[in-house]
């Protein structure tokens, strides 16, 4: 089975070369603008860019027409009269289920999962990532060993037991427990990306602190943690995105009162009563989409970053 | 785990309690969620629990049944062929835009965040963006039929044979950005100084790309297989968005499967065998990796 040091390399390889990505051209002398070859290479470019670009101008275009609109031509046609009727349905009217009070009821159960449960995942696999740097005991490099070779357990084989704790603790279909899922779910690969990033860091730093008589928490709140932003920055990205993201803990673990966006999006558009309405649903993803899209064009590089170290969570 | 220190490391004795009381959540989740849980799932596979799991075993029974079910079947042939596809044209076509975007181009941060952004995206925005795209009364087929192509016909998601590839287009739209991060990663930690001696010794570009540079990415080629493969045994939300396993069960997975058994049709047994071969697939896939790094890495130097 893989162990922690392939692991390792593998995210250390990823965290060595991840940050050259933003450089940019260097070197040779730029050839003539209108080569044949430029006009190749732009022209692949583009049209791959095209590519990738057309389904997010498709959502916008149907979410801003009304239904006629949609009914008669096709879905690439930009809209003849714009109207933001499908947005306000989408956010404040869409039903699912019994509830008609559209995404807005998803929207802040995400945001109510999500917080918790960034906060908590962050805050444990800190510590542990500090602990296993730096306070290593008999017994806690096989912990991890588990607990990354767990990160490749598919969750289905996991699912049904935590349904059975939750269940007999009493906070099964809650928020509460979806939080702790994700805090679990999300421990070994954060607590993977702290560790290295606390090992990288230089080790007579740790000695003077012990030295001069800091102890555990002393050492972690006052000297490791203002020495690690970007890599909480980083593990907040990856948490954020991937947690506001799932569906399959949320459709698992909560209740159609408690649906994260996610969720509630899916029965919006797939349920099978009623007229569809095609621009409500567009909308309506869009919606769904906005969260992970502001945080992916505004964190920029460290997007890149967080989720090549996190890759592994799938 | 008495208050023993570690060999070589004499300053910590017993006062290492603190790190063992923060690492009790990792602790906790290694032993009862990781090993318990996963221990828990497959033995029992080996009972005929129905609504609620109980301790009667019935040997392999449930995954006789399992790959008697048309639907399993066809759940594993659609995961293999679409692993495979999906492995396969990833690569390509990440390795490409990456060895494109290479060429000292201008706008390399423009492109970058268009390829990247869809893998910002949820599987289940992704597939309802393609549900929507694929759509035969409005999306592609209607479009090239009103354009004069009347017979044209691109139904994936409405047809049986092809469905599967109806999903791997989303699926490729979204992932292929990631890919080509780190394959251009790859490029960009090779030395500058290969190119130039290929350049001189008068090696074609796609020779030096196919016998130099692409083996000596190895590592990146062998982290990136990992990584989109692990991704695959899970895909999930991306079938439940475009299709729901349909028409009939023709784009049904595994993890589909599993979830439908233990939470739709009570049929927990089923649902934890099925879970099991999952893990087992998994294996097949880590194992290998392992032996790669540690085997084949070794020797190489």
Redesign the interface.
Known sequence: ???VG?LN??VA??D???P?????????K?RPALSSRNIM??G??TI??L??????Y??VV?SLKGMPE?RLG???SPPMEITFEPWVKAWAEACTGLNCDGLSRGFWNSVRITVPSVIISIA?AS??G???AN??????EL??S??I??A???????????V??LREIGIYGTLTGLVIVH??FG?PIL?LLFRNYFVSLPEELFKAA?VDGA???QIFLKIMLPMSLPIFVVAMILQV?GI?????FG??FTRPDTYPM?VQ??NI??SVQGVKE?NV??AA?IL??LV??I???VSGRL??RG??AG??K? | MTGQAQAGRPNKLLRNLNAKIASIPMILTALVIFVGGTFWTVFYSFTNSKLLPRLSFVGIDQYERLWAAPRWVTAIENLALYGVLSLIFSLVIGFMLAALMDQKIRFENTFRTIFLYPFALSFIVTGLVWQWVLNPDFGIQSVVRSMGWTSFTFNPLYTPEIVIYGILIAALWQGTGLVMCLMLAGLRGIDEDIWKAARVDGIPMWKTYLLIVIPMMRPVFITTIVIIASGIVKVYDLVVAQTSGGPGISSEVPAKYVYDYMFQAQNLGQGFAASTMMLVTVAIIIVPWAYLEFGGGRKRG
């Open positions: 089975m893989a162990d392939t390399t593998t390889g990823i060595a070369v991840a050259r990505l933003g450089e940019g051209p260097s070197g040779a730029p290479l732009y692949t470019l791959a860019a590519y990738y670009l057309l389904p997010l498709v959502m149907t949609i096709n879905i690439f444990i510590v542990n500090y602990a296993l306070w290593r005991f008999r017994g806690s912990f991890f588990i607990l070779i767990g490749f357990i598919p969750y289905q084989v996991m699912i049904y037991p935590i059975i704790i805090s679990i421990m607590t012990r102890g555990f928490w995105t506001w993201n799932d569906f399959l459709v698992v996610t999006l899916n558009v797939n095609y649903n567009m993803t769904t989409g992970p899209l945080v992916y064009f997007f890149v989720i090549a890759a592994v799938g």
